[in-house]
């Protein structure tokens, strides 16, 4: 995985830091910059490309990492507007079970209803406290601010047992975590992280029978034949997920096709190998440096309690981290390597 990493940092990646903050925003692959630039040169130039063809070609890419057809695929650009079309199909009262501290995109749209019951537990608890009349359990599969992974075979096992659906963000995982959307009801990720996309890109998966969701914001696009769709009210709404598609941002869809091309060319697999290999070398040397990371195990983000106030200094440094309720977080993806991590411990040695 090392010569991997090596090449993929001569041919694909060029940052001029010592980046390991994918967990924040990932690091755009050249084959994306040069799509992306293309794009946009064509739209300078009067003639624009076919970036619908580009929205096509990414939510298949996405559909095949996620293990489910391109029928169950929406496009669009936000985690928080699924989270928001999930909310709306609820009914009054009904129960949403989250995991305390999760990102703020995937369970405010739920608050904001003031009409249900929102309950929050422990990420560690949350199957434990799924319960009779439960409607849906919603939470991310890697926590953003300290990389814990949530144990989704048990917590589909209890939402199955007591009738709830499961709604799973996989920002923080998709790429990196071999993902199982099947398994689940509703899942939603942005693509500028662990994808390697650019921002304004994100997906949903829906089931077969779109889990009784209502496409409350549906545009045009959304539309069985969208360009028959763009005046008055859409006639024939897509067969498809694509009826839950956000109007896209086609430019970030030129680059994101070629990102996710290339995270299926290496493997989620092989990514992940590497990711972990890099965060578990960083645990070790904390270790030796006499600081305990919060526990996440399996995952390729660390966070240090109590270093946070260092990002600034290790950013002037090149060093870039980020500081998450007063926690140093690390996030090891591809184009990191084992010389990196030393260079954060080395930054972090006397500390």
């Given amino acids: 995985m090392e010569t991997l990493a090596g090449s993929l940092a001569a041919t694909e990646f060029a940052p001029r830091t010592t980046y390991l903050n994918t967990a924040s925003i990932g690091v755009l692959p050249a084959r994306t910059v040069a799509a992306m630039q293309q794009a946009v040169e064509s739209v300078a130039a009067g003639k624009p490309s076919d970036m619908f063809a580009d929205v096509e070609a990414a939510r298949a890419s996405f559909a095949r990492l996620a293990g489910v057809p391109v029928t169950r695929v929406a496009a669009g650009s936000s985690v928080a507007v699924y989270s928001g079309l999930i909310a709306a199909s609820l009914p009054e009262g009904a129960e949403v079970l989250t995991a305390e501290a999760d990102f703020s995109s995937v369970v405010n749209p739920f608050h904001v209803r003031r009409d ?4 929050a537990v422990p990420l560690e608890g949350l199957a434990e406290a799924v319960r009779p009349g439960t409607a849906l359990v919603a939470v991310s599969a890697a926590q953003s601010a300290d990389g814990r992974v949530a144990d989704l075979p048990a917590i589909r ?31 939603a990720a942005v693509a500028y992280k662990w994808l390697v996309c650019p921002r304004g890109v994100a997906f949903l998966v829906v089931p077969e029978d779109f889990g009784g969701l209502t496409p409350v914001f549906a545009s045009w696009v959304a539309g069985e034949r969208p360009w028959d769709s763009c005046y008055g009210p859409v006639e024939e709404l897509a067969h498809s997920a694509r009826r839950f598609d956000e109007s896209p941002s086609l430019l970030s869809y030129a680059g994101a096709r070629h990102s996710l091309a290339l995270v299926e060319e290496i493997g989620v ?4 190998a590497h990711d972990l290999a890099l965060a578990d070398r960083f645990r070790a040397g904390l270790d030796s440096l006499g600081h305990e990371p919060l526990p996440a195990p399996g995952s390729p983000i660390v966070s240090v309690p109590g270093l946070g106030r ?3 200094e290790l950013s002037r440094a090149g060093i870039e981290v980020s500081d998450r309720a007063g926690n ?6 591809l184009y990191n390597a084992a010389a990196d991590v030393d ?9």
């Fill in 343 to 351: 260079r954060l411990l080395d930054a972090l040695s006397g500390v």
């Fill in 328 to 333: 140093l977080r690390a996030a090891f993806h």
């Fill in 269 to 272: 697999d092989a990514v992940r």
């Fill in 116 to 119: 249900l019951k929102v309950r």
């Fill in 157 to 187: 096992a209890a939402a199955r047992a007591h009738g709830a659906r499961t709604y799973i963000d996989v920002s923080q995982a998709a790429g990196w975590l071999p993902l199982d959307a099947d398994a689940d009801d509703f899942t």
């Fill in 310 to 312: 260092l990002q600034p």
